[in-house]
């Protein structure tokens, strides 16, 4: 409590200057604050409802904030105060003469009104510790919108959330029974029971949206692999399905990759051309120029967003998540990769708790939005160096932070066995398991894939090429049922579908 005390004491002396300046006296009633601490000096009843509403912060003459720091402690320590016991309390502090001494504290118990008033002596602390709050922010908000080196998001975040923390004083959360909670939750069950599909956005793969339900609002998850694994495709192909199948508006922040090179990966995994063609080592036939420009009508036109602001600093994150939830209802958002981006500036030089900070502000961002927020992360070498564990990763892995763990919902590793040399399948070069390693609000598990790396493209495990290209062939026939003669043909060149063999489909 002292060290609020003391901070709040260098407010009070903006505060005093301001009030100078602008010829006005800072929001204050100091009878009321006196009788508030004569109330608690001889009546036991209020204390609680006291303690619980007021902070130090709530009494703007510095002698009553002492004396209310002092009963604070006292109760803290679980001793009743009263006029002797908060006169040493304040004497063992070393504020004893600064209050004015024992007599000060007698001429307070004097004060008090009555007890039954007190509710509404509360209530006027509280609101002037607004007002004073808010000037408060306001000087600051001020004086940095002047300061042409600021950023502008980063202005214009920093204002909301100083405006925000000064209204925190009037926000009281009450303690509920369980049964109007369990009444509230079972309001919701019945609306989940009415509902068909997902209760959130779409992962496009049926394996992870059985355990997830979908991606859910407001949680924070954590897709983490060893570089150049996967985890950018993997997000891409979830980010894609999400938007051309389900035309929900998602977000993706590239840190690490330019805009055109996410462009043309995505271009790759919708046409199903090879890679090497669509970055131009080597040619395309007419034929696949038809296929390319076919396949794109979808996604060109599908509400995907890109940001590839290199070291985004995490307020300037917040600021344009915030806009585009607001102006484009996006509904899912993607960052690419955690730690490429930069945190608070007072936290430079120390990595941990710099991630840290990222972290958390990643979680509150998602809470504050309602939206699910992927962000992908680094993983370390322990993995690897690992004996005994087919190199699988755990949580422990995640790097740089162990808060990365404690705030994410949820925790999905992309694993290569072969990757790691350790894959003894047939296909074990395409062989890949999404492990699910942490989920608070339901089941972990493992889910086969296999990853499709001329594509750059996961599938599942059951999800046979031969049905995509008979799903595909439907597709055609509905969407484009005017095509010109001559035009792409998804099938051509194929005599067949070879029973359980795989092929190049090229309108995967």
């Known amino acids: 409590m002292p060290a609020q005390g003391n901070k709040r004491k260098s407010q009070d002396v903006n505060l005093e200057n301001l009030g100078l300046e602008m010829g006005n006296k800072p929001p204050q009633a100091l009878d009321f604050e006196e009788a508030v601490l004569g109330a608690l000096l001889i009546e036991p009843s209020v204390l609680d409802e006291a303690m ?13 904030r002492m004396v209310f720091e002092a009963i604070g402690s006292l109760v803290n320590e679980h001793v009743s105060p009263d006029l002797l016991t908060v006169s040493q309390k304040l004497k063992a502090l070393g504020n004893l003469e600064a209050v004015g001494g024992a007599p000060a504290l007698v001429a307070l118990s004097q004060k008090i009104g009555a007890a039954a008033h007190i509710e509404y002596y509360i209530k006027v602390l509280k609101q002037k510790a607004i007002q004073r709050d808010l000037i408060t922010a306001s000087f600051s908000i001020l004086k940095t919108a002047y300061d042409d080196s600021v950023d502008v998001d980063y202005l214009i975040d920093s204002a909301q959330s100083k405006v925000f923390d000064a209204i ?3 926000v009281r959360t009450e303690v509920q029974e369980i049964g109007s909670v369990i009444k509230v939750a079972m309001d919701d069950v019945e609306r989940m029971q009415s509902q068909t599909g997902l209760s959130g956005v779409p992962s496009g793969y049926p394996s992870i949206d059985k355990i997830t339900m979908g991606w859910q609002p407001s949680d924070l998850i ?11 495709a993997f997000a891409l192909n979830i980010a894609r399905n999400a938007a051309v199948e389900h035309n929900m508006p998602v977000a993706v922040f590239s840190l690490e ?3 055109i090179q996410l462009a043309k990966r995505l271009m790759t995994s919708e046409s199903g051309l090879p890679a090497d063609k669509i970055k ?7 034929r696949e120029w038809e296929q390319l420009e076919f396949k794109l009508k979808a996604l060109s036109k599908a509400p995907l967003y890109v940001d590839d602001t290199p070291s985004l600093p995490i307020m300037e994150f917040r600021t344009k998540v915030k806009r585009l939830v607001k102006s484009k209802k996006v509904r899912l958002v993607i ?10 500036p007072e936290l ?29 992360s680094q993983l370390s070498r322990n993995a690897v160096q690992r004996s005994g564990s087919n190199g699988k990763p755990m949580l422990s892995d995640l790097r740089e932070s162990g808060a990365i763990e404690q705030d994410a919902d949820m925790v999905l590793f992309v694993h290569r066995p072969d990757y790691l040399g350790l894959s003894e399948t047939e296909n074990g070069k395409e062989t890949t398991q999404i492990i699910i390693a942490k989920h608070r609000n339901g089941e972990t598990g493992e889910i086969d894939m296999l990853f499709k790396s001329e594509q750059i493209r996961f599938v599942e495990m059951d999800q046979t090429l031969s049905s995509e290209a008979m799903t595909y ?8 049922p005017s095509a010109p003669q001559g035009g792409f043909d998804p099938f051509a060149g194929y005599s067949g579908f070879p029973g359980g063999d795989e092929f190049s489909n090229p309108g995967m």
């Open 168 to 170: 925190q004083n009037s």
């Open 222 to 232: 954590i897709l983490a692999a060893r570089p150049s694994v996967g985890k950018t």
């Open 335 to 344: 960052v690419d990769y955690l730690q490429l981006m930069q945190g608070p």
């Open 473 to 480: 062939a439907s597709g055609m026939n509905n969407s484009a």
């Open 257 to 259: 990759m330019p805009a």
């Open 280 to 286: 131009g080592g080597s040619k395309l036939e007419p």
């Open 348 to 376: 430079r030089g120390m990595r941990e708790q710099e991630v840290a900070a990222i972290s958390r502000m990643l979680k509150g961002t998602a809470k504050e939005l309602n939206v699910p927020i992927i962000a992908l």
């Open 52 to 64: 619980e509403e007021l902070s130090p912060s709530c009494f703007y003459d510095p002698k009553n």
